[in-house]
């Protein structure tokens, strides 16, 4: 038996075993990116053009405009200091285990997170499900009932060895010197932001995949983000 056929054997029955297994479930966690979608006030708007088409071409090339930030990210150092880049993080960076709490949306103290309970012991990574994304679309900085993190809930974050945040929400901290950021990102702890769809996670602990575009230069990128529950 060649190993080409036996390769494709031993993938059918992987596969096989993904679909059969009941106990295993992917959650999409990524917005949708679209034109006319909301952006983070004063970023640039979405644009996606068919430049080729079916008709004309016989295929299809889009042009598609987005900046770093559009609905759900990933943010590196160089977001808002001088440090790594996107580019300059392994792809093992953005997969990990990740302990999920439940915040309220408004300001989240140290004490929140201390009284969610379950430990962060041996998670790399915590998911906030503050529900803010699925009952709100519109980006407004000024909503105070908005998910926020206080400076000693960040510092918490970081005494526990967490090395990447996400929420589902479009920020997660004050405008306009973006403590919370700097103070992270100053720690190599990764940020993850618009995330959707968390209320459908049934486990606290999950397998959480954020993976961004492989672009040069920029300190974020828009990235598909799911999780694994098993
Ligand atoms: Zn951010």
């Known amino acids: 038996m060649d190993t080409c056929f036996l390769s494709l054997i031993v993938l059918s029955y992987i596969q096989k075993q993904v679909l059969l297994d009941g106990t295993m479930r992917i959650i999409d966690l990524t917005q949708k990116i679209y034109e006319g979608m909301n952006v983070y006030p004063g970023d640039p708007e979405v644009k996606i053009t068919e430049e080729c088409t079916l008709a004309k071409d016989g295929y299809t090339v889009f042009k598609i405009q987005i900046n770093d930030q559009i609905g759900t990210h990933i943010e590196t150092q160089y977001h808002m ?38 430990s962060l012991k041996s998670c790399e990574f915590l998911l906030l499900r503050s529900r803010y994304s699925q009952t ?17 809930a960040i510092k918490w974050i970081v ?58 230069r920029t300190g974020a990128s828009p990235c598909r983000a799911f999780a694994i529950e098993e």
Not at 97 to 115: E, Y
Not at 136 to 152: A, F, Q, S, T, Y
């Open 81 to 118: 200091l001088q440090g790594k880049r996107l580019v300059d993080e392994h792809i093992s960076r953005f997969i990990g285990i990740a302990h999920v709490i439940d915040v309220p949306c408004r300001k989240i103290t140290k004490d929140d997170l201390q009284q969610s309970g379950d």
């Open 159 to 216: 005494e526990q060895g967490i090395r990447l945040i996400g929420i589902d929400c479009f920020d997660f901290d004050e405008p306009p010197h973006y403590p919370g950021h700097k103070y992270l990102l100053k720690h190599n702890v990764l940020i993850v932001e618009g995330l959707t769809n968390l209320g459908s996670l049934v486990k606290k602990r999950i397998k959480l995949f954020v993976i961004p575009l492989k672009i040069e």
């Open 136 to 152: 709100r679309k519109n980006i407004n900085v000024n909503d105070i009932n908005r998910p926020v993190l206080g400076i000693e």
